[in-house]
């Protein structure tokens, strides 16, 4: 069952979509008294979200400019894709043996449908996709804390860039990316718990080479 949204996470599910979006972008300051004025709230649940994403690491606050978007560099990215790895593949390793048919046949409905997105040339989409395909299993860990820390340590990659005219050799790296799903799904669907937490920890959460920013 979803929990309870408080106003301060609406906030930060608003900011997260402006970052998502690249209506928000790296080094750009946050200005509370919009965010105030679009959500047609009080200034107090914007500071409440914005102090939250500083702590996560997704936001920092300077003397000068206040709350602003920090950027991810290569070192960072691999520090965090070697943590998400170890979290992802022992939420796998928990999840396997609740995945029920119907959970199956969803993630096999998510990678079908990142496969078109890709090929439509509809990277947002395959994004929005991918992230739902591992939510699924995540969700069926049965831990709680670690389904938040796998979310909050995942919130500092937010940031993606995406490039105006992919070359064909993005498309590949995605194809090849969402045959890494595939091969997840066939582990879940053997019950592979030892294969599920060294292919997501080993192989699949790896910094790649491609346009975009950050690539889950």
């Known amino acids: 069952m979803e929990r309870f949204?408080?106003?301060?996470?609406?906030?930060?599910?608003?900011?997260?979509?402006q970052i998502q979006s690249g209506s928000l972008r790296p080094n750009q300051r946050i200005n509370e008294a919009v965010i105030c004025e679009e959500l047609h709230i009080s200034r107090t649940p914007v500071r409440e979200a914005l102090i939250q994403l500083s702590a996560e690491g997704v936001l920092e606050n300077t003397a000068r400019k206040g709350f602003v978007l920090k950027t991810v560099n290569e070192r960072d990215v691999m520090e965090l894709y070697a943590v998400i790895g170890v979290l992802d593949g022992f939420a796998a390793r928990?999840?396997?043996?609740?995945?029920?048919?119907?959970?199956?046949?969803?993630?096999?409905?998510?990678?079908d449908a990142m496969d078109l997105a890709i090929t439509s040339g509809n990277y947002s989409m395959y994004d929005k996709h991918q992230i739902i395909f591992?939510?699924?299993?995540?969700?069926?860990?049965?831990?709680?804390?670690?389904?938040?820390?796998?979310?909050?340590?995942k919130s500092k990659l937010l940031k993606r860039t995406y490039i105006d005219d992919p070359d064909e050799k993005f498309n590949e790296i995605?194809?090849?990316?969402?045959?890494?799903?595939?091969?997840?799904?066939?582990?879940?669907?053997?019950?592979?718990?030892?294969?599920?937490?060294?292919?997501?920890?080993?192989?699949?959460?790896?910094?790649?080479s491609a346009p975009f920013e950050v690539i889950l």
């Not at 949204?5 to 979509?17: F, G, M, P, Q």
């Not at 928990?94 to 990678?111: G, K, N």
């Not at 939510?135 to 796998?150: A, F, H, P, R």
Request: proline content about 2%; glycine content about 4%; some cysteine.
């Open 5 to 17: 949204k408080t106003l301060k996470d609406h906030v930060y599910d608003y900011i997260e979509a």
């Open 94 to 111: 928990l999840a396997c043996p609740h995945l029920t048919e119907s959970d199956l046949m969803d993630m096999a409905f998510y990678i």
């Open 134 to 153: 591992h939510q699924l299993y995540i969700e069926k860990c049965g831990n709680s804390v670690l389904i938040d820390t796998i979310g909050r340590t």
């Open 174 to 208: 995605l194809h090849a990316t969402n045959q890494e799903h595939r091969d997840i799904l066939a582990l879940f669907q053997k019950k592979d718990v030892t294969g599920l937490f060294q292919f997501l920890s080993e192989v699949h959460w790896r910094p790649v």
